[in-house]
């Protein structure tokens, strides 16, 4: 059982910049993939970034080239540094886990909101 939380969102300027953090309950030994997606009010929600276990990186076309995901093993914690931030980055944030067990689970936090003022 993996619990997930996200902090480091809220208010910012166009062109501004935030650091999320995500904290797991639990070693990041079983844990293969972890990745942010965002949601907009009645839209769907979309990868944000993704790491694995092995170091590879994957950023969704909207942030690819702004954003960074990386993690912190020893402090359980996966974390996205996201730059040049626009009205349309406005959204809830939710981290992400994938837990490799007989089956296979998938965990999301609760989600941290992030809102860019124009």
């Known amino acids: 059982q993996v619990q997930l939380q996200e902090s480091g969102g809220g208010l910012v300027q166009p062109g501004g910049s935030l650091r999320l953090s995500c904290a797991a309950s639990k070693s990041f030994f079983n844990i293969d993939t972890m990745a942010w997606y965002r949601q907009s009010q009645g839209k769907q929600r979309e990868l944000v970034a993704l790491i694995t276990s092995d170091g590879s990186t994957t950023y969704g076309a909207s942030v690819r080239g702004r954003s960074t995901i990386s993690r912190d093993n020893a402090g359980n914690t996966v974390y996205l540094q996201i730059g040049d931030l626009q009205p349309d980055d406005t959204a809830v944030y939710y981290c992400?886990?994938?837990?490799?067990?007989?089956?296979?689970?998938?965990?999301w936090g609760q989600g941290t909101q992030v809102t860019v003022v124009s």
């Open positions: 992400y886990a994938r837990e490799i067990v007989v089956p296979a689970k998938e965990y």
